[in-house]
């Protein structure tokens, strides 16, 4: 929940913003700026709850500790690759790539009742991929809109 609120408070501050600043409301700019705001906030999860977000990936996974900081760091490099122009489309394609790997964690501490910021098997259980499942297609198709196929809207 607190990704979503960060991505859409940003992306509607950032809309007010490019409409004061340039004249008119920059959707993509917007979107970009918003994905980028999110990325970062949840890359910091990855250095604050560590231990729980290793608890998200199962047992097969090995290095679970540098593979969450991995993710964290993959995280902040999307969030600054959105800028780049060079580096933009690719990065986004990347990044919805990133958004499709990481839904099996995201189901598998769904099943395990995993609570990653209390590191604890205490979390909402199957309930929360009602949620999450929707975040992540927001996720993909905000990607896409704001950073491949920016023209269209």
Avoid: C
């Amino acid at each position: 929940m607190k990704p979503l609120i960060v991505l859409l408070s940003v992306f509607a501050v950032s809309l007010l913003t490019t409409k004061f600043v340039r004249g008119n409301f920059e959707l993509a700019l917007s979107g970009r700026i918003a994905m980028a705001a999110m990325l970062v906030f949840t890359a910091v999860a990855h250095f604050v709850f560590t231990k729980g977000m290793s608890m998200m990936l199962p047992d097969i996974i090995p290095y679970k500790t540098e593979v969450v900081y991995l993710t964290g760091i993959i995280e902040i490099a999307a969030g600054i690759g959105l800028f780049i122009p060079n580096l933009r489309i690719v990065t986004a394609w990347l990044l919805i790539a990133f958004f499709i790997l990481i839904l099996p964690a995201n189901i598998y501490a769904a099943v395990k009742h995993i609570d990653y910021q209390k590191g604890t098997y205490e979390g909402n259980g199957l309930s929360y991929l009602w949620f999450r499942v929707p975040l992540q297609i927001l996720f993909i198709v905000g990607t896409y809109f704001s950073a491949i196929k920016t023209d269209e809207i």
